[in-house]
């Protein structure tokens, strides 16, 4: 079935870097946009970063721009986001989704979400 | 940067309707998606292009959009709805996608 897996949180301190990992499978990977999309705790949903089917053109979020770089392997079906110099309110669930191509921009798949814990 | 402001909160009788609204600049010029969170899960899309349905949602949820607000529309209401709901919207200008504030639903 359709699945987006995401990996690589965890607890790291202010300042440092980490690498969130979003495995796909179930449909045909290099043919979809992905997305970033994260939810500090007890808050709402903020998009984080775009990438297009092939990698060419990304979009961040004036919050992330120049610190986060969101990248892609069509060979291994993985969508990447690294996060450098993290601060305490980059501190959420990181979720990956899929931009579905006849939805005008809608997000129909989104994995389960990642746990990104910055500490001071 | 282009702002979609929600209510908070939302109640609801089961079998009532529920109405929630996403207001934004000129939003009726944009194509509305929205989404919904039950605590611990992560979002389901419920409606996509202003008044469109992805496979296995019920007919009970229904959208508009014109003018500055945009609205989500849950029929004959059921505990199963109670979620916090999410509206988007894709801002050319800025070249970023922008959620809504989000609004809890309550089942009475």
């Known amino acids: 079935q359709v699945q987006l897996v995401e990996s690589g949180g965890g607890v790291v301190q202010s300042g440092r870097s980490l690498r969130l990992s979003c495995a796909a499978s179930g449909f045909t990977f290099s043919s979809y946009p992905m997305h970033w999309v994260r939810q500090a705790p007890g808050k709402g949903l903020e998009w984080v970063a775009f990438?297009?089917?092939?990698?060419?053109?990304?979009y961040y979020a004036d919050s992330v721009k120049g610190r986060f770089t969101i990248s892609r392997d069509n060979s291994k079906n993985t969508l990447y986001v690294q996060m450098n110099s993290l601060r305490a309110e980059d501190t959420a669930k990181y979720y990956c989704?899929?931009?579905?191509?006849?939805?005008?921009?809608?997000?129909?798949?989104w994995g389960q979400g990642t746990v990104v814990s910055v500490s001071s | 940067s282009y702002v979609l402001t929600q209510p908070p909160s939302v109640s609801v009788a089961p079998g009532q309707t529920a109405t929630v609204t996403c207001g934004g600049n000129n939003i009726g010029s944009k194509t509305v998606h929205w989404y919904q969170q039950k605590p611990g899960q992560a979002p389901v899309l419920v409606v996509y292009?202003?008044?469109d349905r992805p496979s296995g949602i019920p007919e009970r949820f229904s959208g508009s959009n014109s003018g500055n607000a945009a609205t989500l529309t849950i029929s004959s209401v059921e505990a199963g709805d109670e979620a916090d709901y999410y509206c988007q919207v894709w801002h050319s200008i800025s070249d970023s996608y922008v959620f809504g504030t989000g609004t809890k639903v309550t089942v009475l």
């Open positions: 292009d202003d008044n």
């Open positions: 989704a899929r931009e579905e191509l006849h939805m005008n921009r809608a997000f129909d798949i």
């Open positions: 990438i297009s089917y092939d990698g060419s053109n990304q």
